[in-house]
């Protein structure tokens, strides 16, 4: 079927750059009789029209890990904090936070003018209760190893502890909320601005019990609220009057959800899309358009590697690691996906502390094939036939091609691409991983340990299998390390040893949000993590 | 008739199980889980959602669980949409389906049809290759290149229908065409062929020479025996038309029923994949039975029989 949906664009663009005029004329006879129906100009002061590409899976915060519920939830509701554009945590529902007994223990003094949609005030026991209940294992909430580092958080999870008030976060009174860790964690501020711990109302779960979500019975405290959810085509949201920061400029955001990059895309050409993201974009567009005023860029926290199962030969030797890792030239990604993505020069992404230029492996071809040759392999002779595992996408395909061929001219040896469909691959990949595999990572939050903490030893993405003591104790320590400067030493070094001394990985490239917005439409905030910031945004005819 | 009627639904129930018995089993063997993702939940984050939906259970009990619910009407939990139940979803996706599939269907009935007439009763004449030129066309060409070619020409250049969506009458013109699109044509060669082979019968030669006109031979005779084949192939292609279609409904940005067919396999959400599977089981069940009903109206000599 992706064969069918890729054919489909190659042919609308194929139809865009050679119109047929046979068919043109018959559909112009046929139109004549149909001018009735032409649609009218579509811009809407006030009104802003986006694309969400499919149905979110849940808006219930607890449940949902996805990023297109997280567009919707983020835009209906306000957590302790919030992310600024730059990334950096600010106040919130919370207007300040202490923090005590040298990073172990949070307070949190909640604002006293924050309400619900009912008109019901936010208190810290709606923090409680929401904390609470993502914990709580009958929830089965996805984010709940979010809060792990909250007092038995995990054995609450976990159902070794049963009474859900013995976790470390309680609220002391209306207005102050007190989370308290098991141990320092510098990056716990940044989680209380992630959807997942929001706080939320006991009374309305427990009257609607799975349907809360619905526009009729959910209640929430962020800029806007659902007024209509159609569900698998298109949720409205209206301006939330009582929110604290102020009324949001839009009287309306409709979100639709078409699949259809290309679909998409042509709404958004006829003007019935205001603004498109990479769900709306293809690259051919992105080429159209790239010198186009609305056109801008965001690099994510979104980092994609080249793993290696080290414990599968050849690759439990890290002459061959390091060999591949230097014959891979990284700049040749970008060309190939053209969305300007950035080539990895280390794991962690040049945005977050511990980042460094010198971390990874450069391209170096004959330095390459001299690892090669001190692994045993001069120039790949009796290297083993070794597969290279990666989802059924055109855009990991065009990336595993390449890493092919590269290696072939720089080192000599053939490895085989082995394409499966993406939960057969996910499957695959967390089962038995073969000696390589594509991968990438999704930051939850903007701080190193995301990224750092997946390779330590037994964590469950850590396909690879690399272990190693002293990165692990390096990651362990930066986690608690409340010293900025400290903790950005031990990240680079940690990340020296993963991609550098060890090449565990090879980090490949950074992926970019690509964003095309019409000449009316203004104030929308963009970040990093890929959230969609609408309560400053407006579509007016002065800005047309 | 009453009888006839029975046992269909008597023969349908053990086809139904047996559909539902091996989808339940097929869609498990399949490599990969409903809450696998690109980031692997924590064992007991696992565990807690597999106690949620009983996916920890043993194989044969969830079978009589999935059975013992299918018997109250409840279509199960969707792992993927959270908060809503299959029936829900079912419930707000098949009548747009429906609604476009009676669409295409009567486009398809209204096209097909009388064009596969008049290419029979003028064989070998500009009209017959040119009828069959479109049927070619129609039957060769994939819904997905008719679709993006009628989107570029009718929505983006000429701007005289819209693009894609489901909102107003107009939205629904361009996905029912592209529907009707290859039915049309696989009708239009149907006919045609049908319409040939009764127009060689003795008794049309002796209707024509009576004095009937060729029109009401055609109208009249002709067409209504010309029409058995076509009727049997209608009843697959209704039930394929009103349960929806992937690539159209993906093209047009429908929230219809067709695309569940692909995504609740690709999601691995084994209760949406059991009721897609038994919704089209049923409606095929339904609409030939309803084309053997059909038969007995259209010639009735032919006998209708369990």
């Given at each position: 079927?992706?064969?069918?949906i890729?054919?489909?664009?190659?042919f609308?663009d194929?139809?865009?750059?050679t119109s047929s005029i046979?068919l043109?004329?018959?559909?112009l006879f046929?139109?004549?009789?149909l001018?009735g129906?032409s649609?009218k100009?579509r811009?809407?002061?006030?009104?802003?029209?986006?694309n969400?590409?499919?149905?979110?899976?849940s808006l219930d915060?607890?449940?949902?890990t996805?990023?297109?519920?997280?567009?919707?939830?983020?835009n209906?509701?306000?957590?302790?904090?919030?992310?600024?554009?730059d990334?950096?945590?600010?106040?919130?529902v919370?207007?300040?936070w202490d923090?005590?007994?040298?990073?172990?223990r949070y307070?949190f003094h909640?604002?006293d003018?924050?309400f619900w949609?009912?008109?019901?005030?936010?208190t810290?026991?709606d923090?409680?209760?929401?904390w609470?209940r993502i914990?709580?294992?009958?929830?089965?909430?996805?984010?709940a190893?979010f809060?792990?580092?909250?007092?038995?958080a995990?054995e609450?999870?976990?159902g070794?502890?049963?009474?859900?008030?013995?976790?470390?976060a309680h609220?002391?009174d209306?207005?102050t909320?007190?989370?308290?860790?098991?141990?320092?964690?510098?990056y716990f501020?940044?989680?209380?601005?992630?959807?997942?711990?929001?706080p939320?109302?006991?009374d309305?779960?427990?009257?609607?019990?799975?349907r809360?979500t619905?526009?009729?019975?959910?209640v929430?405290?962020?800029?806007f609220?659902l007024?209509k959810?159609?569900?698998?085509y298109?949720?409205?949201?209206?301006?939330?009057e009582?929110f604290?920061?102020?009324r949001?400029?839009?009287?309306?955001?409709k979100?639709?959800?078409?699949?259809e990059?290309s679909?998409?895309f042509?709404l958004?050409e006829?003007d019935?899309?205001?603004?498109?993201?990479n769900?709306?974009?293809?690259t051919?567009?992105v080429?159209?358009?790239?010198?186009?005023?609305?056109?801008?860029?965001?690099?994510l926290?979104q980092?994609?590697?080249?793993g290696?199962?080290v414990?599968?030969k050849?690759?439990d030797?890290?002459h061959?690691r390091?060999?591949?890792?230097?014959?891979?030239?990284k700049t040749?990604f970008?060309?190939?996906l053209r969305r300007?993505e950035?080539?990895?020069?280390?794991?962690?992404?040049e945005?977050l502390?511990?980042?460094?230029?010198?971390s990874a492996l450069?391209?170096n071809?004959?330095?390459?094939?001299?690892?090669?040759?001190?692994?045993?392999f001069p120039?790949?002779?009796n290297?083993?036939s070794?597969?290279l595992?990666?989802?059924?996408r055109e855009d990991t395909?065009?990336?595993?091609e390449?890493?092919q061929a590269?290696?072939?001219?720089?080192?000599?040896?053939s490895?085989?691409?082995?394409n499966?469909?993406?939960?057969?691959?996910?499957?695959?990949?967390k089962?038995?991983?073969?000696?390589?595999?594509?991968a990438?990572w999704?930051?939850?939050?903007p701080?190193?340990?995301?990224y750092?903490?997946?390779f330590?030893?037994?964590?469950?993405?850590?396909?690879t299998?690399w272990?190693?003591s002293t990165?692990?104790?390096?990651?362990q320590n930066?986690a608690?390390?409340?010293n900025?400067?400290?903790?950005?030493?031990m990240?680079?070094?940690?990340?020296?040893?993963?991609?550098?001394?060890?090449?565990a990985?090879?980090?490949t490239?950074?992926?970019?949000?690509?964003?095309?917005?019409k000449?009316?439409?203004s104030?929308l905030?963009f970040?990093?993590?890929?959230?969609h910031?609408?309560k400053?945004?407006?579509?007016?005819?002065?800005?047309? | 008739m009453?009888?006839f009627?029975?046992?269909r639904i008597?023969?349908?129930?053990?086809?139904?199980?047996?559909?539902?018995s091996l989808?339940?089993?097929?869609?498990?063997?399949?490599?990969?889980?409903?809450?696998?993702?690109d980031?692997?939940l924590?064992?007991?984050?696992?565990?807690?959602l597999?106690?949620?939906?009983?996916l920890n259970?043993?194989?044969h009990?969830?079978?009589?669980l999935?059975?013992?619910?299918l018997?109250k009407?409840?279509?199960?939990?969707s792992?993927k949409?959270?908060?809503?139940?299959?029936?829900?979803?079912?419930g707000?996706?098949?009548?747009v389906?429906?609604?476009?599939?009676?669409?295409?269907?009567?486009?398809?009935?209204?096209?097909g049809?009388?064009?596969?007439?008049?290419?029979?009763v003028?064989?070998?004449t500009?009209i017959?290759y040119?009828a069959?030129?479109m049927?070619?066309a129609g039957?060769?060409?994939?819904s997905f290149?008719i679709g993006?070619?009628l989107?570029?020409?009718a929505?983006i250049?000429l701007?005289i229908?819209?693009?894609a969506?489901?909102?107003?009458?107009?939205h629904?013109?361009?996905?029912?065409?592209?529907?009707?699109?290859?039915?049309?044509a696989?009708?239009?060669?149907?006919?045609?062929?049908?319409?040939?082979?009764?127009?060689?019968k003795?008794?049309v030669?002796?209707?024509r020479?009576?004095?009937?006109?060729k029109?009401?031979?055609?109208?009249?005779h002709?067409?209504?025996?010309a029409?058995v084949?076509?009727?049997t192939?209608?009843?697959p292609i209704?039930?394929t038309?009103?349960t929806g279609?992937?690539?159209?409904?993906y093209?047009y940005?429908i929230?219809?029923?067709?695309?569940?067919?692909?995504?609740?396999?690709?999601?691995r959400?084994?209760?949406?994949?059991?009721?897609?599977?038994?919704?089209?089981?049923?409606?095929?069940?339904?609409?030939?039975?309803?084309?053997d009903i059909?038969y007995?109206?259209l010639?009735?000599?032919?006998?209708?029989?369990?």
């Open positions: 079927m992706n064969l069918e890729t054919i489909t664009r190659h609308l194929f139809l865009k750059q046979v043109s004329a018959i559909l046929v139109g004549l009789g001018t129906c649609p100009a811009f809407v002061p006030g009104e802003l029209r986006m969400l590409g499919t149905e979110p899976p915060w607890h449940i949902t996805d990023g297109t519920s997280g567009d919707v939830i983020v209906i509701m306000a957590g302790l904090t919030q992310y600024q554009q990334l950096k945590c600010i106040p919130s919370a207007k300040s923090v005590l007994d040298d990073g172990r307070v909640l604002r003018d924050v949609t009912d008109g019901k005030p936010v810290a026991y923090f409680e209760y929401a609470r914990e709580d294992p009958k929830t089965g909430g996805g984010y190893d809060l792990n580092d909250v007092e038995n995990q609450i999870n976990g070794q502890i049963t009474d859900l008030t013995k976790l470390g609220a002391l209306e207005h909320f007190e989370v308290r860790l098991k141990k320092p964690a510098a501020i940044y989680l209380t601005a992630h959807w997942s711990t929001y939320m109302r006991k309305v779960v427990e009257k609607h019990g799975d809360w619905e526009p009729d019975n959910i929430t405290n962020g800029p609220k007024a959810w159609q569900h698998d298109k949720i409205e949201l209206e301006p939330n009582k604290f920061e102020g949001p400029k839009l009287n309306k955001v979100m639709f959800m078409v699949s990059q679909t998409a042509a958004f006829n019935e899309l205001d603004y498109v993201d769900r709306s974009f293809s051919h567009d080429d159209r358009y790239r010198n186009d005023a609305g056109y801008i860029r965001v690099p926290l980092g994609t590697y080249l290696f199962n414990l599968k050849p690759f030797n890290k061959v390091r060999a591949v890792s230097m014959a891979i030239d040749v970008p060309k190939l300007g950035r080539p990895s020069t280390s794991w962690i992404p945005e502390p511990g980042s460094s230029e010198t450069k391209f071809p004959s330095a390459a094939r001299a690892e090669l040759d001190a692994a045993g120039e790949g002779k290297f083993p070794v597969q595992l990666y989802p059924n395909r065009l990336i595993v390449s890493i590269q290696l072939k001219k720089n080192l000599g040896i490895i085989e691409l082995l499966q469909e993406w939960k057969v691959y996910l499957a695959t990949r089962k038995d991983p073969p000696p390589l595999f594509r990438n999704i930051a939850d939050y701080d190193p340990e995301t750092m903490n997946l330590t030893t037994g964590n469950g993405n850590n396909h299998r272990s190693n990165y692990d104790r390096l990651v930066a608690g390390e409340l900025v400067d400290k903790r950005a030493e990240y680079r070094q940690a990340d020296t040893i993963l991609c550098k001394d060890e090449a990985i090879v980090p490239f950074v992926s970019t949000q690509n964003i095309l917005m000449p009316w439409t104030g905030k970040n990093a993590l890929d959230i910031i609408l400053h945004a407006n579509t007016a005819e002065a800005a047309k | 009453l009888s009627i029975v046992k008597l023969y349908a129930i053990p086809v139904l199980w047996i559909v539902a989808t339940f089993l097929l869609v498990r063997v399949v490599p990969g889980g409903p809450f696998d993702s980031r692997n924590p064992k007991e984050i696992i565990a807690n597999e106690a949620k939906y009983n259970k043993p194989l009990e969830q079978y009589f999935y059975l013992g619910r018997a009407g409840d279509l199960g939990v792992y949409y959270a908060n809503r139940t299959v029936n829900d979803i079912i707000d996706a098949f009548p389906s429906l609604q476009l599939g009676c669409l295409g269907l009567m486009i398809a009935i209204c096209i049809v009388p064009l596969g007439a008049l290419a029979g003028n064989r070998g500009l017959d040119l069959m030129f049927s070619t039957i060769s060409l994939p290149v993006a070619g989107i570029f020409f929505g250049s701007k229908l819209p693009v969506l489901w909102e107003t009458p107009a629904m013109i361009l996905p029912a065409v592209t529907l009707a699109f290859g039915p049309a696989y009708l239009a060669r149907l006919t045609r062929g049908s319409v040939l082979e009764i127009l060689e003795d008794w030669r002796t209707a020479s009576k004095g009937l006109s029109f009401s031979t055609v109208v009249k002709v067409l209504r025996n029409l084949p076509v009727v192939v209608l009843g209704t039930a038309l009103i279609s992937f690539v159209v409904e093209i940005a929230p219809g029923m067709g695309r569940f067919f692909i995504t609740a396999v690709s999601n959400d084994y209760d949406l994949i059991m009721a897609t599977t038994l919704i089209f089981s049923i409606l095929l069940l339904i609409t030939n039975t309803i084309v059909t007995k109206f010639d009735p000599r032919m006998e209708v029989d369990g």
